[in-house]
């Protein structure tokens, strides 16, 4: 837990000491240094115990949105277990109180749903009477101010929730590199 506090403690100062300005901090992943944008288009949300949730105001479908946090960031958030979406919506509350993308689709009424980074869907808070699949239309998942998903029709316009792993950086695994 400690890692995680002096993770957020970083976090707090970068957004606090830089308003759009790039600053170069020690990683508190071994032996890295990661450059950090804070965007201030971005409200940061807070992380669980392996992600880092934040909230992307800006109203766009459900693609646009996933094109948006793959370019801009990691990926539209995903949701491992209660812990996560308790952290998620706890402070998107504090910023939005409406519906909002997650990472969970499926390519048809036939598919199982997967979240955008594909990771397998096992934990799935459903509102009642969800997924319905009105109209053979709703193939994305939104979270509900009630914490709840509810699947609908992807072109719908809604602001988005993205996820960064503790130890990423917009877009590269400080371990491996990787994008």
Not at 30 to 58: D, E, G
Not at 85 to 105: A, K, P
Not at 165 to 179: I, L, N, P, Q
């Amino acid at each position: 837990t400690f890692h995680f506090i002096l993770i957020y403690i970083c976090l707090v100062l970068v957004t606090l000491l830089t308003n759009g300005l790039s600053v170069m901090i020690r990683s508190l992943c071994p032996h890295r240094f990661q450059l950090v944008f804070v965007n201030p288009a971005l409200t940061h949300v807070t992380f669980s115990q392996t992600r880092m949730f934040y909230f992307v105001p800006k109203l766009m479908s459900w693609s646009d949105a996933q094109m948006h946090c793959r370019q801009n960031y990691i990926d539209l958030a995903t949701i491992d277990d209660q812990a996560d979406g308790d952290e998620m919506m706890r402070v998107i509350r504090q910023f939005y109180n409406g519906d909002v993308w997650t990472g969970l689709s499926r390519t048809d009424e036939n598919a199982s749903w997967v979240w955008s980074d594909q990771s397998p869907s096992t934990f799935m808070p459903w509102a009642p009477t969800q997924p319905n699949n009105w109209e053979g239309k709703q193939f994305c998942v939104l979270v509900t101010p009630a914490a709840d998903l509810n699947d609908v029709n992807c072109t719908i316009t809604l602001p988005s929730v993205f996820h960064i792993r503790a130890c990423t950086v917009y877009g590269k695994h400080s371990d491996t590199g990787e994008t």
